[in-house]
T-cell receptor, first 113, second 114 residues
Framework: DTAVSQTPKYLVTQMGNDKSIKCEQN?????MYWYKQDSKKFLKIMFS???????INETVPNRFSPKSPDKAHLNLHINSLELGDSAVYFC????????????FGPGTRLTVT | GENVEQHPSTLSVQEGDSAVIKCTYS??????FPWYKQELGKRPQLIID?????GEKKDQRIAVTLNKTAKHFSLHITETQPEDSAVYFC?????????????FGKGTHLIIQP
């Protein structure tokens, strides 16, 4: 069974639209994350979510909002999409904060036209 | 916040030779240093990690060394094989307090020449 899953795998949309990416983990982990990987392959943390506490990377525009209906899910909602939002978005989870292996989802390739 | 520098950005080695990738970090409070391998179009996957109370760790052909004083750590791959070709990322994080996630280096594209 897939440990961390994301949907959709590919997302093509126009500027100005609002879209969501879903993430689910079946590992029983307490912490989930969203990372953005840009065209140069640079991976950067966007959000961490642990026990209903959200830690936001201050560089992330407020058009991005994570939503967690329960411990196993952390969805990413993006408003007013811009060309620069095109990237691969990875969800990840770990047992708890900090020094533990993070398990990554398969990624969602977002293309904004 | 933490800053991780990784070198080289591209590394080409002959099959069977060794490969070394180096990283430095800025925050002396960081205490967890994983290495991830990412094949084209795939997710990053952990290949080895080291904690700040350990200087070296080995797993078959892969080893990682950590120098806390100098704030640098390295990945060593011996007897390289074609399937080792991928992008490798080093990362650093702080256990316990805070939730900054992993701070990644910019990646090294490892090419194994047959």
């Amino acid at each position: 069974d897939t440990a961390v899953s994301q949907t959709p795998k590919y997302l093509v949309t126009q500027m100005g639209n609002d879209k969501s990416i879903k993430c689910e983990q079946n590992l029983g982990h307490d912490t989930m994350y969203w990372y953005k990987q840009d065209s140069k392959k640079f991976l950067k943390i966007m959000f961490s979510y642990n026990n209903k506490e959200l830690i936001i990377n201050e560089t992330v525009p407020n058009r991005f909002s994570p939503k967690s209906p329960d411990k196993a899910h952390l969805n990413l909602h993006i408003n007013s999409l811009e060309l620069g939002d095109s990237a691969v978005y990875f969800c990840a989870s770990s047992q708890d904060l900090g020094a533990n292996e993070q398990y990554f989802g398969p990624g969602t390739r977002l293309t904004v036209t | 916040g933490e800053n991780v520098e990784q070198h080289p950005s591209t590394l080409s080695v002959q099959e069977g030779d060794s490969a070394v990738i180096k990283c430095t970090y800025s925050d002396s409070a960081s205490n967890y240093f994983p290495w991830y391998k990412q094949e084209l179009g795939k997710r990053p996957q952990l290949i080895i990690d080291i904690r700040s109370n350990v200087g070296e760790k080995k797993d078959q052909r892969i080893a990682v060394t950590l120098n806390k004083t100098a704030k640098h750590f390295s990945l060593h791959i011996t007897e390289t094989q074609p399937e080792d070709s991928a992008v490798y990322f080093c990362a650093a994080s702080l256990a316990g307090g805070g939730a900054d996630g992993l701070t990644f280096g910019k990646g090294t594209h490892l090419i194994i020449q047959p």
